[in-house]
């Protein structure tokens, strides 16, 4: 089946400095991918929706010179967490839409960012 | 209004009955539903897909769609203890929205 890799799968940073997660489509082509925010015991919030070649879309109150989404090619889109703080710390997952006969929705292991 | 509503429970089933999970959406428009399952810790994982009104049956695991009433559910037959995690329900047209996911607790 299809697979999503995210990476890194944990990161400890200081206050301050930039964070980037790379999500990969391993076996598949994804113009469309999307990045989700979970905090504990809540569920996944949608951050932006990234489309290859073009601006990434942003749900309200996400900040987009904050959280800047990169989706450069067909298999790989990036968020970068800049001057991270602590209320940034939570579950980041991405996730890539594998188009065909159905559509269905893959998603990567997620990253767990902690900010101290 | 939420666009995917879902009880949060805990929902307690025994083991071997049927689990039924329910969710509800606002969008007209969607055309995706999906159900995942989410452990503690974890990413979510695919469970069910579906695409149109009925039924659609994968091992132990039946999605059912309703598109006039605007509802999808999940049932999981022979419930298991391995079962107990947080079910998501997400659907949408374009992009894919979060309910708030139902703790689902099997016990032995």
């Known amino acids: 089946g299809a697979v999503v890799s995210q990476h890194p799968s944990r990161v400890i940073c200081k206050s301050g400095t930039s964070v980037k997660i790379e999500c990969r489509s391993l076996?598949?082509?994804?113009?469309?991918m999307f990045w989700y925010r979970q905090f504990p015991k809540q569920s996944l919030m949608l951050m932006a929706t990234s489309n290859e070649g073009s601006k990434a879309t942003y749900e309200q109150g996400v900040e987009k010179d904050k959280f800047l989404i990169n989706h450069a090619s067909l298999t790989l889109s990036t968020l970068t967490v800049t001057s991270a703080h602590p209320e940034d710390s939570s579950f980041y997952i991405c996730s890539a839409i594998s188009t065909g006969s159905n559509e269905k929705l893959f998603f990567g292991s997620g990253t767990q960012l902690s900010v101290l | 209004q939420k666009e995917v509503e879902q009880n949060s429970g805990p929902l307690s089933v025994p083991e071997g009955a049927i689990a039924s999970l329910n969710c509800t959406y606002s969008d007209r428009g969607s055309q995706s539903f999906f159900w995942y399952r989410q452990y503690s810790g974890k990413s979510p994982e695919l469970i069910m897909s579906?695409?149109?009104?009925g039924d659609k049956e994968d091992g132990r695991f039946t999605a059912q769609l309703n598109k006039a009433s605007q509802y999808v559910s999940l049932l999981i037959r022979d419930s298991q203890p391995s079962d107990s995690a947080t079910y998501l329900c997400a659907g949408g047209p374009s992009k894919i929205i979060f309910g708030s996911g139902t703790r689902l607790s099997i016990r032995p």
């Open positions: 579906i695409y149109s009104n």
């Open positions: 076996d598949f082509q994804a113009t469309t």
